[in-house]
């Protein structure tokens, strides 16, 4: 896999992709699979920015077959919704890119269902997409589910005594708990499809630092700190288009592999084409992750299958 870029994606004819997230790494995921001729459905909670980025795409790949969806997975009726259009006109699901997320807002925010904003959007809104979807990714003859995680998870911990951050909030805390628990979702998804016969290639992947909207308008009161690695971004940083090389690869390349975790090959996997990433202690536990399932279960009204 060394040195693979946009040219080493395989045809994607006849596939059909759900990306979420409708800027940044999620435009560039959809528009390089679109390229590649697979029907792409890019999801987010904003119809004009979702059909600005529909627009663009089309510019570049007249014959793409891609449109847009609402999806607000800081709402469980919005996924719901989502996935219930989509089963009623579909009749299988080749990929899900669970890639739209939230970062560091500086004070706690709640998503319409009670959770904090980042494990609500990032983690739980994908877990629970991902089990109502379940039914459609089971019917195609090679699905994968590719999870965004991040850096930051090499700092993160599961607070089950306080998951919600109700007692002390920390934004950026609270984002490497979000990003650790989409690592291990792939890591536990994986596991589950191989026990059950469900035929799933789950695995996860992290864009390194890219230069992306998540970044510039996240660091809410640490702005401080995105001021100060300013002065080595051009450096330490690379475009959106390559930091979403790492989840196309997971998504696309025949040598991906099921419960692995990909991400930039330079200096502290900041920037580079892919290659397998570390992954920290705390994200292969197993323990951990069948926890953090069951409780992901409850909290969302989700179950897979047994």
Not at 99 to 107: L, Y
Not at 233 to 257: D, H, K, V, Y
Request: charged share 20%; hydrophobic share 40%; proline share 6%.
């Amino acid at each position: 896999m060394a040195g693979w870029s946009f040219s080493d994606i395989p045809s994607q004819q006849g596939r059909r992709a759900v990306v979420t997230g409708t800027g940044g790494l999620g435009y560039e995921t959809a528009l390089a699979l679109a390229r590649a001729g697979a029907e792409v459905t890019l999801a987010g909670r904003n119809p004009e920015k979702g059909a600005d980025s529909v627009s663009r795409i089309r510019a570049d790949v007249p014959a793409a077959r891609i449109g847009f969806e609402r999806l607000d997975l800081a709402s469980l009726a919005s996924v719901e919704d989502f996935a219930g259009r989509l089963l009623a006109e579909s009749t299988s699901l080749d990929l899900l890119v669970n890639n739209a997320g939230v970062m560091t807002p500086p004070s706690r925010q709640a998503t319409s269902d009670g959770f904090e904003l980042q494990f609500g959007t990032n983690y739980l809104g994908h877990f629970a997409l991902t089990g109502r979807l379940l039914p459609l990714l089971s019917k195609a003859r090679a699905p994968r589910v590719v999870n965004l995680s991040s850096l930051a998870h090499r700092g993160g911990a599961l607070h089950f005594d306080d998951l919600q951050w109700e007692r002390s909030y920390r934004p950026w805390a609270a984002y490497g708990q979000s990003k650790l628990a989409m690592l291990m979702f792939a890591f536990e998804l994986q596991r589950r499809s191989d026990a059950g016969g469900w035929g799933l290639m789950s695995n996860a992947a992290h864009p390194g630092y890219a230069r992306t909207e998540l970044i510039a308008n996240g660091p809410g009161t640490d702005r401080w700190l995105f001021k100060l690695t300013g002065f080595i971004r051009p450096f330490a940083s690379q475009s959106a288009a390559e930091g979403a090389l790492p989840t196309l690869f997971a998504a696309t390349a025949p040598e991906a592999r099921g419960g692995a975790y990909y991400g930039p090959d330079g200096f502290y996997e900041l920037k580079g084409p892919p290659k397998p990433a570390k992954a920290m202690p705390q994200a292969q536990d197993r323990k951990a992750a069948a926890k953090l399932w069951e409780v992901s279960e409850r909290l969302t009204g989700v179950s897979f299958p047994a």
